[in-house]
């Protein structure tokens, strides 16, 4: 599985971005896409994801209700829309797969779970 993302950029805090990721190979047995994002000196943490299966999403707290995980299963693509971006919002963004079939209902929450990455994409917001 390859995926690439795109869609990172500068904006000024209250603005909005739309992150995008494709995704090739044998995506057939995928369970869960997400986003993560990593701030310098920080841990990766999850921002958003979404069971391939079921649709059901989820959502860290900094970020719910500001941003929003979705899909378009004919180009094989996951998005992320973040709004009203806070400068604390800025990080290096990452798509990612996971196989686990835990994530058949609800997906899959850890970074452990997931196994294959994007390469990143930065997020700057400025105040």
């Known amino acids: 599985v390859q995926l690439q993302a795109s869609g990172g950029g500068s904006v000024q805090a209250g603005g909005s971005l739309r992150l995008s990721c494709v995704a090739s190979?044998?995506?057939?047995?995928?369970?869960?896409r997400g986003w993560f994002r990593q701030a310098p000196g920080k841990e990766r943490e999850l921002v958003a994801a979404?069971?391939?299966?079921?649709?059901?999403?989820d959502y860290a707290d900094s970020v719910r209700g500001r941003f929003t995980i979705s899909r378009d299963n004919a180009k094989n693509t996951m998005y992320l829309h973040m709004n009203s971006l806070k400068p604390e919002d800025k990080a290096v963004y990452y798509c990612?797969?996971?196989?686990?079939?835990?994530?058949?209902?609800?997906?899959?929450?850890?970074?452990?779970?997931?196994?294959?990455w994007g390469q990143g994409t930065q997020v700057t917001v400025s105040s």
């Open positions: 990612a797969v996971s196989g686990s079939s835990t994530g058949y209902i609800a997906p899959n929450l850890q970074a452990a779970e997931y196994d294959y």
């Open positions: 190979g044998r995506t057939s047995t995928t369970y869960s």
């Open positions: 979404t069971s391939w299966n079921s649709g059901i999403t």
